[in-house]
């Protein structure tokens, strides 16, 4: 049991890249999140899905785009990367709603825009 | 005003020693409180969850909500160099999808 997993560990583009990050869970859950983390600023939550098909905005969104096409896996879109989007991104899942359930935690992927 | 306010230390306290760590909130909705833990260059952990005021205790480590103070607390008694990591307050709405969270608190037990 994997339970949640992030590719790729670390990454570094250039201004005006794209790149995606896959996130993929075996614990059979229902929703999904991304978030990323950045010195003095805690999580943030940029989008997140409430089941396969679906997805929806979190707090940070601009910039970023998500698909949820199958039930274990969200992924996470950097259309054209720019410098302020360098931060540790984190994959969690819950089986629940978050105010009902245990989020769990990918181990992150740190990506550096040059 | 921020939702959640966390001072983000750090905290360094010898082993053995009582580790106090807080947040306050603005939102008076808030209605379910965690606390996370995240070991360095690892994804953050829940360590508890309370929906309540009042105390609720696991083992070594005791969380505490005051909802007409807006404030919560998380104590880590006979701390080892094994808790050193940050400590993330998160709370949120019922039905809500989105944890709002602290900056995170980092501690460091010096053995």
């Known amino acids: 049991n994997a339970g949640v997993t992030q590719t790729p560990k670390f990454r570094v583009l250039k201004t005006g890249q794209s790149m995606t990050l896959l996130c993929a869970q075996d614990?059979?859950?229902?929703?999904m999140y991304w978030y990323r983390q950045d010195p003095g600023m805690g999580l943030r939550l940029i989008h997140y899905?409430?089941?396969?098909?679906?997805?929806a905005k979190g707090e940070v969104p601009d910039g970023y785009n998500v698909s949820r096409l199958k039930k274990q896996n969200f992924l996470l879109g950097l259309e054209s990367a720019a410098p302020s989007q360098t931060s540790v991104y984190f994959c969690a899942s819950s089986g629940l709603a978050a105010s009902t359930d245990t989020q769990y935690f990918g181990p992150g992927t740190r990506l550096t825009v040059l | 005003q921020k939702e959640v306010e966390q001072d983000p230390g750090p905290l360094s306290v010898p082993e053995g020693a009582i580790v106090s760590l807080n947040c306050t909130y603005s939102n008076s909705a808030f209605q379910y409180f965690m606390w996370y833990r995240q070991y360095s260059r690892k994804g953050p952990e829940l360590l508890m969850y309370t929906y309540s005021s009042g105390n609720k205790e696991d083992g070594r480590f005791t969380a505490q909500v005051d909802k007409s103070s807006k404030y919560i607390s998380l104590f880590i008694r006979d701390s080892q160099p094994s808790d050193s990591a940050t400590y993330l307050c998160?709370?949120?709405?019922?039905?809500?999808?989105?944890?709002?969270f602290g900056k995170g608190n980092q501690v460091v037990v010096i053995p």
């Open positions: 998160a709370m949120t709405v019922y039905g809500n999808n989105r944890l709002a």
């Open positions: 899905s409430v089941g396969e098909g679906t997805t």
């Open positions: 614990m059979n859950h229902e929703y």
